[in-house]
């Protein structure tokens, strides 16, 4: 190498492409060979795979449902984030945060209207997702583990709402929480052990509250992003989208 | 490494632009054929990703900006609604519940959750993959519409026929 050839002026020349390619981490190719690049050049994008089954992009095969219901996530963890910064876990404050979010927040109702109806949406849509994959035979081997990943994520997201449905504080959350907690202790010898262990209590006080809030925005959405992760990378390693076998 | 093994099966063609990559095992993209029933995930699968979530967005914001959450008194722990329903997927259970408590509460939730976990390792003929409700699986169809509609009738019951004490009444 010849040192003569680094100048700065050559450097500050070529500054924007330099800065360009370091964060791309792309070097100019063929029209196909960028395309790819685009995809297992980023951390993000290369959960998918470079080129994939034309079956995959059938509107009707999947119906979206699946992607759809992982949309709503990301929807529900940013206007979660959001909701977070005017709540406090507390059952003298819960509901007057509600209010403020109502009447003295800008944007607060919509915030919260946002983060409500996709928190409904995406249980009805991990729904009919699993009914799709019924449906549709996607289940069978190889996938028969991704089945049972997405068995715990309709799990984790009907928990998810139901910890979020105590938050507002008001008499609609309170009495669907007595009413749901209620239902463990029906379980024999160790029911109401286990309601004791969800409430930290007998009834539903501020240690539920509390404990329904850790839950809500930790614990279980860090497992949804977990299996969620899991649930991708299973796809591709499953050989991509299931779909009829072709002679 | 894999892929040394196999360099000399696969032997490079200098004529040829492309090259094997990596070779795994199992029914995968690129096994045994080549690159013919696939496209470019850029831009063909992306774009359309893109597309589907502006479509989730503008569905989510147009409802949030036309309808408002419900939020009513402040909790009073001494003053029972009535009735007392859970969230609208668990109705159907407590709906049950109102049945027999072990039953509803107890019995039939872990049997679908068992149930569910155990689908795949129970139905284990390969027959139907890959097609909406295929001829192949009459039965496995029939059983899981049933479990369905059962579900949703039991939703419908509970969240809209049950007047206050419990009671069956027209909901308007
Ligand atoms: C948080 C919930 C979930 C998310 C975000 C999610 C996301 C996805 C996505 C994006 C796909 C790609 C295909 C598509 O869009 O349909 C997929 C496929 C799949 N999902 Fe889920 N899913 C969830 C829950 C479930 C549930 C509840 C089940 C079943 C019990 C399930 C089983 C599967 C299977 C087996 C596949 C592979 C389908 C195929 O190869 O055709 N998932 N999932």
Redesign the interface.
């Given at each position: 190498m010849n040192d003569a050839t680094y100048s700065v002026k050559d450097a500050i020349k070529q500054l924007p492409t330099n800065i360009k390619q370091s964060f791309t981490r792309r070097e100019a190719g063929t029209a196909e060979q960028e395309q790819a690049a685009t995809v297992f050049g980023n951390l993000f994008l290369h959960l998918h795979p470079v080129r994939v089954h034309a079956n995959a992009l059938r509107p009707s095969y999947t119906m979206g449902l699946g992607l759809i219901s992982f949309f709503l996530f990301l929807i529900l963890v940013v206007s979660g984030i959001l909701v977070m910064f005017y709540y406090t876990p507390s059952t003298e404050l819960a509901y007057r945060n509600m209010k403020d979010l109502e009447f003295a927040v800008s944007f607060g109702i919509v915030l919260r209207n946002i983060h409500r109806w996709s928190a409904h949406a995406m249980v009805a849509m991990v729904f009919l997702h699993m009914c799709r994959v019924f449906y549709t035979g996607a289940y069978k081997a190889p996938r028969e583990f991704n089945w049972v990943i997405g068995v715990c994520l309709l799990l984790v997201t009907l928990f998810l709402s139901f910890t979020g449905y105590l938050l507002p504080w008001d008499q609609l959350a309170f009495w669907a929480v007595t009413v749901g907690s209620n239902i463990a202790s029906y379980m024999p010898w160790i029911g109401d052990k286990i309601r004791f262990l969800m409430l930290g209590g007998n009834e539903v006080g501020q240690m539920a509250l509390l404990r329904f809030y850790v839950m809500h925005v930790a614990l279980l959405p860090l497992v949804a992003v977990v299996l969620v992760g899991v649930h991708f990378w299973r796809i591709r390693k499953d050989g991509g989208l299931s779909r009829p076998t072709e002679e | 490494m894999q892929l040394a093994r196999k360099e000399e099966i696969f032997a490079k063609d200098g004529n040829k632009t492309y090259s094997l990559m990596a070779i795994v095992e199992?029914?995968?993209?690129?096994v045994e054929r080549g690159?013919e029933?696939?496209?470019?995930?850029?831009?063909?699968?992306?774009v359309?990703?893109l597309l589907?979530?502006l479509v989730?967005?503008l569905a989510?914001?147009g409802?949030?900006?036309l309808?408002?959450?419900?939020?009513?008194?402040?909790?009073?722990?001494l003053?029972?609604?009535n009735p007392?329903?859970?969230?609208?997927?668990?109705v159907g259970?407590?709906e049950l519940?109102s049945y027999s408590?072990?039953l509803g509460?107890?019995l039939v939730p872990a049997a679908i959750?068992v149930g569910?976990?155990l689908?795949?390792?129970l139905?284990?003929?390969?027959?139907?993959?890959?097609?909406?409700?295929?001829a192949d699986?009459k039965l496995?169809?029939t059983l899981?519409t049933v479990f369905?509609v059962a579900m949703v009738v039991l939703i419908f019951i509970g969240q809209f026929l049950r007047g206050p004490n419990w009671i069956i009444r027209w909901p308007w």
């Amino acid at each position: 190498m010849n040192d003569a050839t680094y100048s700065v002026k050559d450097a500050i020349k070529q500054l924007p492409t330099n800065i360009k390619q370091s964060f791309t981490r792309r070097e100019a190719g063929t029209a196909e060979q960028e395309q790819a690049a685009t995809v297992f050049g980023n951390l993000f994008l290369h959960l998918h795979p470079v080129r994939v089954h034309a079956n995959a992009l059938r509107p009707s095969y999947t119906m979206g449902l699946g992607l759809i219901s992982f949309f709503l996530f990301l929807i529900l963890v940013v206007s979660g984030i959001l909701v977070m910064f005017y709540y406090t876990p507390s059952t003298e404050l819960a509901y007057r945060n509600m209010k403020d979010l109502e009447f003295a927040v800008s944007f607060g109702i919509v915030l919260r209207n946002i983060h409500r109806w996709s928190a409904h949406a995406m249980v009805a849509m991990v729904f009919l997702h699993m009914c799709r994959v019924f449906y549709t035979g996607a289940y069978k081997a190889p996938r028969e583990f991704n089945w049972v990943i997405g068995v715990c994520l309709l799990l984790v997201t009907l928990f998810l709402s139901f910890t979020g449905y105590l938050l507002p504080w008001d008499q609609l959350a309170f009495w669907a929480v007595t009413v749901g907690s209620n239902i463990a202790s029906y379980m024999p010898w160790i029911g109401d052990k286990i309601r004791f262990l969800m409430l930290g209590g007998n009834e539903v006080g501020q240690m539920a509250l509390l404990r329904f809030y850790v839950m809500h925005v930790a614990l279980l959405p860090l497992v949804a992003v977990v299996l969620v992760g899991v649930h991708f990378w299973r796809i591709r390693k499953d050989g991509g989208l299931s779909r009829p076998t072709e002679e | 490494m894999q892929l040394a093994r196999k360099e000399e099966i696969f032997a490079k063609d200098g004529n040829k632009t492309y090259s094997l990559m990596a070779i795994v095992e199992g029914e995968s993209l690129h096994v045994e054929r080549g690159p013919e029933n696939t496209v470019q995930t850029w831009p063909h699968l992306m774009v359309r990703e893109l597309l589907l979530f502006l479509v989730v967005l503008l569905a989510i914001l147009g409802v949030s900006l036309l309808f408002n959450a419900p939020l009513e008194e402040a909790a009073n722990p001494l003053h029972s609604t009535n009735p007392a329903k859970a969230p609208w997927y668990f109705v159907g259970i407590q709906e049950l519940v109102s049945y027999s408590a072990f039953l509803g509460g107890i019995l039939v939730p872990a049997a679908i959750v068992v149930g569910l976990l155990l689908l795949p390792y129970l139905d284990r003929s390969p027959k139907g993959i890959g097609v909406w409700f295929s001829a192949d699986r009459k039965l496995a169809n029939t059983l899981f519409t049933v479990f369905v509609v059962a579900m949703v009738v039991l939703i419908f019951i509970g969240q809209f026929l049950r007047g206050p004490n419990w009671i069956i009444r027209w909901p308007w």
